[in-house]
């Protein structure tokens, strides 16, 4: 059992939904978003979706990309996103960490070199969005060898056909993007998510958890009610790239938990 499972036995044991929160490493700079990750748990949030800095994002909206630059920017490589995760298991050894960010940094350092050192760092999952069912073998499945849970995206135009494929090799949890388009792009609705959450938790027993469009407590609150859990990640990196005190942005994801947890 992975940090993820045991995270979600936990909430369903409690009746909780999931709070989870991303931030993108290194953003503005590695010891502010160290400073961040160590908070969030403080914060209330369930699980960090941690995300691996990369020239060219395809799923990311405006203020994740621009993230994502200055992390580059400021020297962060996958190296050190990974000597992040594993500073911050020194103080905490059971919030789990899903890496989110794309094959080709994992592929240049190696499949099995990646996967060795991702454990040994304290990452509990990994979320690879170019990578698809099709190419379980290159990723997929060695990760889930090697322990690590593959969380995979269902998303609006996931139809019944495409479904079984997508869930097949998922494990952890399945992350419903609420909306057709990039992150931040729009708002989720509860009353489209609903149905759609329902729809694949006929097929799987797996969380269904939902991201794309959640900025709000009231948002978060109104869609973790439909679904096992809410995902922010756009409203969380703005704030960073407003460059508020760690205090604050602390603060709003504190908002943010609340209202999932009051789901």
Not at 168 to 174: D, E
């Amino acid at each position: 059992m992975t940090r993820i499972d045991a995270k979600f036995a936990a909430l369903k044991a409690e009746g909780k939904k999931a709070f989870v929160a991303y931030i993108m490493a290194g953003d503005p700079d590695y010891e502010t978003s160290l400073e961040v990750v160590k908070g969030l748990p403080g914060a209330g949030v369930d699980v960090i979706e941690l995300g691996l800095p990369f020239t060219d994002p395809m799923a990311d909206g405006p203020t994740i990309q621009a993230a994502g630059q200055r992390a580059l920017d400021g020297g962060m490589t996958l190296q050190r996103t990974l000597d992040l995760a594993r500073a911050f298991r020194e103080t905490d050894d059971t919030t789990p960490i899903v890496l989110m960010g794309y094959f080709n940094p994992i592929y240049s350092r190696g499949v099995d070199t990646f996967l060795a050192d991702a454990q040994a760092a304290g990452i509990d999952g990994l979320i690879v969005v170019d990578l698809p069912p099709e190419e379980d073998e290159e990723l997929c499945l060695p990760a889930q060898a090697a322990g690590l849970n593959f969380i995979r995206l269902a998303t609006p135009t996931t139809d019944d056909k495409r479904l079984p494929r997508v869930l097949q090799n998922t494990s952890g949890f399945v992350y419903y993007v609420s909306i057709t388009g990039i992150t931040g792009a729009a708002e989720a609705q509860a009353t489209n998510v609903g149905p759609e959450v329902a729809r694949i938790k006929s097929a799987t027993d797996l969380p269904v958890i939902v991201g794309f469009g959640i900025n709000t407590p009231e948002k978060s609150k109104a869609i973790a009610s439909v679904a096992d859990g809410a995902v922010v990640g756009s409203a969380i990196v703005s704030q960073i790239g407003a460059g508020k005190p760690v205090a604050e942005v602390l603060d709003f994801v504190k908002t943010l938990s609340d209202g999932a947890h009051s789901a």
